[in-house]
């Protein structure tokens, strides 16, 4: 019952009620003369500095999700859900050269999205609609799962209720504060929230990993717990060390994640919104440090695991909610008002990266589909009220994915989302570095990775929940015709053949003399910095002004 629980959602509601007045104070926060551009409104003026980009882009990639799910794989699964670890301390060394690049070339066209990008690099409105439609397919299970870690917290709590509407009300006010103030303040309103946010799950988790092992006996007692679990578990591939079947997963995992990870519209939104290239190296430089919180976040499954933690029934009958394991083990570890506390940093951290996600949704969707195939004449203001109202919209959807889907869908959705949002990398990250992809190759490649990956998709079963199909990213490699019991990650083996196939078919292109389009950036773009001319649009190419002068002279 709530009232058991009442110093919790006392706490709780006190903390979420102080960042929801941040966010609609956020609208006066280095407020420009003028919020009717999607510059201000959604990219936060392109003023933030390293301070601010930190907590902005740390909020945004380390989200409510990751404090309850990855402790939860950990508790379920053993050594397999600590591929999150390493995939976040590889991707910056991978993105740091990429993101400078996409910062400087974004300064200088005024490019809000990757798609934007795209338009004028490879000339393909098509390609760039492609993108845009991708990335707003990726984000919307993501932001759905942000609710997946508010529900955990509510349910721990006691607020619950029988009926649908009882059970997700909670949720549903939750997530119409959060429009109302992103709506109003734009993407100020996540930056600011993010330091109330990353400070209170600092606090929470050094005093539970501090505080925790003591009560607990020890590190060697938190690890044997665990061992003797997984030695009691019939699913292979269990344990507190990873065995051969399970080793290909995971690092085919941790790679196609770390690939993932900045092809997200929200990710490349907090990049975008920096104020300079050396904003963007600092961070790239010191965002690891969170990788080292999300290690000691993991650890938090071992624990639950230690302290007899039971997780609460799951949505389907004969199921449980793992998600529910980390706010159950502060519940029964720690006094009330630091739970509350607690719940308070994992419903907060739902929120920062839920307004970022909506927000860069509504940019693709207003900036590549609205103003290109529905008002090309659009202004900025009508382009920043469209997205405004977009980004309702998609929290109106991510609420309907929690309220009429199993939980457990909407995490396999997000697994999805994974594959899909890899299959950009050619036109996006590659994009930023060559051009050697002809604009049809890349979409033929496109076609031919989302095609394979929801075939391999299809093919996967969930035994938890019993669903044939579409279970989770784990490809039995049996399928292919080996005589293995190992899985591979569907994203890796999707990419991989997507740029396979856009290579083969640049080369026929090119044979058959197939028209390119004309690259719409110079290579001094890739390196312009804060201070730099802008240049909206962009001059046309010399080859553009030799075509157009042979043209012959409209008929008066």
Request: charged letters at 15%.
């Amino acid at each position: 019952m709530w009232r058991d629980h009442l110093t919790e959602i006392i706490v709780f509601t006190l903390l979420f009620l102080l960042v929801s007045a941040m966010g609609f104070v956020a609208a006066r926060w280095r407020a420009p003369k003028d919020m009717a551009h999607l510059d201000e409104w959604g990219l936060g003026g392109r003023s933030f500095g390293g301070w601010i980009t930190w907590f902005l882009v740390g909020g945004d990639l380390y989200t409510a999700y990751t404090f309850v799910a990855v402790p939860a794989l950990m508790f379920g699964a053993g050594a397999a859900g600590f591929f999150a670890v390493p995939y976040t301390v590889i991707i910056y060394p991978l993105v740091f050269l990429v993101l400078v690049r996409l910062w400087s070339v974004s300064h200088r066209h005024g490019f809000v999205t990757p798609a934007d990008f795209v338009r004028k690099r490879f000339d393909s409105p098509t390609l760039a609609l492609i993108i845009a439609i991708t990335g707003i397919m990726a984000t919307m299970p993501y932001i759905a799962l942000q609710l997946v870690g508010i529900e955990a917290v509510l349910k721990t709590m006691g607020v619950t209720g029988e009926s649908t509407l009882a059970r997700h009300l909670p949720i549903i006010i939750a997530f119409a504060i959060l429009a109302a103030y992103t709506y109003q303040s734009g993407l100020r309103a996540p930056a600011l929230i993010a330091f109330v946010k990353d400070t209170l799950i600092y606090i929470v988790i050094l005093v539970a990993v501090l505080y925790l092992p003591y009560k607990l006996g020890g590190w060697g007692e938190i690890f044997d717990a665990a061992d003797a679990k997984f030695d009691a578990s019939p699913a292979p591939g269990d344990g507190v060390l990873l065995n051969p079947n399970n080793q290909l997963q995971y690092i085919t995992l941790a790679l196609g994640s770390a690939l993932a990870l900045f092809l997200y519209p929200h990710s490349l939104t907090g990049v975008l919104a920096a104020k300079n290239r050396d904003v963007i190296k600092r961070n790239m430089s010191a965002l690891p440090a969170y990788s080292l919180l999300l290690g000691l976040i993991a650890l938090l499954g071992y624990m639950a695991i230690a302290a007899g933690v039971t997780p609460l029934p799951g949505a389907s009958e004969g199921t449980v909610d793992n998600n529910t394991v980390v706010p159950l083990l502060f519940e029964q570890q720690f006094p009330s008002w630091f739970a509350g506390v607690a719940f308070a940093a994992i419903g907060i951290g739902a929120l920062v990266p839920a307004a970022i996600m909506s927000i860069a949704a509504a940019n693709l969707f207003t900036r590549n589909i609205y103003k290109e195939y529905l008002r090309k004449d659009a202004s900025p203001a009508q382009e920043a009220n469209v997205s405004k109202i977009t980004s309702l919209v998609v929290k109106v959807g991510a609420v309907a994915c929690i309220v009429f889907l199993d939980p457990q869908f909407s995490i396999d959705l997000q697994l999805i989302g994974g594959v899909i949002i890899l299959q950009t990398l050619p036109a996006v990250a590659l994009g930023l570095y060559t051009r050697w992809f002809h604009r049809g190759a890349l979409i033929a490649g496109w076609a031919a990775g989302m095609g394979l990956g929801t075939w391999m998709l299809y093919q996967i079963p969930n035994p938890a929940t019993k669903r044939a199909h579409f279970g989770g990213s784990a490809f039995p490699l049996e399928k292919f015709g080996f005589d293995t019991p190992r899985t591979i990650y569907v994203g890796l083996v999707a990419v991989a053949v997507n740029l396979l196939v856009a290579a083969i078919v640049t080369l026929i292109l090119r044979a058959a003399k197939v028209t390119e389009g004309a690259d719409g950036t110079r290579t001094d773009d890739y390196f312009a910095d804060e201070g730099d001319p802008r240049v909206i649009p962009a001059p046309r190419e010399e080859a553009e002004i030799a075509a157009a002068a042979t043209e012959p002279a409209p008929k008066v």
